[in-house]
Nanobody, 123 residues
Framework: QVQVVESGGDVVQPGGSLRLSCATSGFNFQTVAVGWFRQAPGKEREIISCVDNSGKVVHFEDSAKDRFTGSRDNAKMTVYLQMYGLKPEDTGTYYC????????????????WGQGTQVTVSS
């Protein structure tokens, strides 16, 4: 049974940092890429970044390129999103989801979503 669980969300001040975790189980972790998505209040869920099965990080959101980094720990079957310099517009529920091998911008291609973790950036 595939399981995907996000954690690490919190309330932080602008300029702060957070590390989100996406813990998975129940499949061959080395065959999947993991995408990170954000859903802001009243908006659609959008892809931010993705870590492919080799550990390569792809940023689909321009603002993430200079402030976010991704990584994966194959032994723990976990992918991380390290966020620096957080801004109020980063506020939202963050989700991770799985896609076979390589990253893709199309949200519809991702399966096995977690329940999300809330990030609030506010002074």
């Amino acid at each position: 049974q595939v399981q995907v669980v996000e954690s690490g969300g919190d309330v932080v001040q602008p300029g702060g940092s957070l590390r989100l975790s996406c813990a998975t189980s129940g499949f061959n972790f080395q065959t999947v890429a993991v995408g990170w998505f954000r859903q802001a209040p009243g908006k659609e869920r959008e892809i931010i970044s993705c870590v492919d099965n080799s550990g390569k990080v792809v940023h689909f959101e321009d603002s993430a390129k200079d402030r976010f980094t991704g990584s994966r720990d194959n032994a723990k079957m976990t992918v991380y999103l390290q966020m620096y310099g957080l801004k109020p517009e980063d506020t939202g529920t963050y989700y991770c989801a799985l896609i076979r091998n390589t990253c893709n911008k199309d949200r519809q291609l991702y399966n096995y979503w977690g329940q999300g973790t809330q990030v609030t950036v506010s002074s």
